[in-house]
């Protein structure tokens, strides 16, 4: 099997950071706990290995 191609790698990871960055404004705007809930779950789907206290620390923080 071959490796995989640096383009596509480097764009997996920048999409990926985009919208993780997306999901961070949205959890810091998020109103209800069933939104929060939500967003968290995305976020498993688009980065599992980010843990769900780290980002909630962060995203409370204001950083995106």
Do not use: C, N
């Amino acid at each position: 099997m071959s490796a995989p191609s640096r383009r596509s790698e480097l764009r997996r990871r920048r999409a990926r950071k985009e919208k993780v960055s997306l999901l961070h404004k949205r959890y810091a705007t998020a109103t209800s706990e069933s939104d929060r809930s939500r967003i968290l779950g995305k976020l498993k789907k688009v980065a599992p290995t980010i843990a769900a206290d780290q980002f909630t620390k962060t995203a409370g923080a204001g950083k995106a």
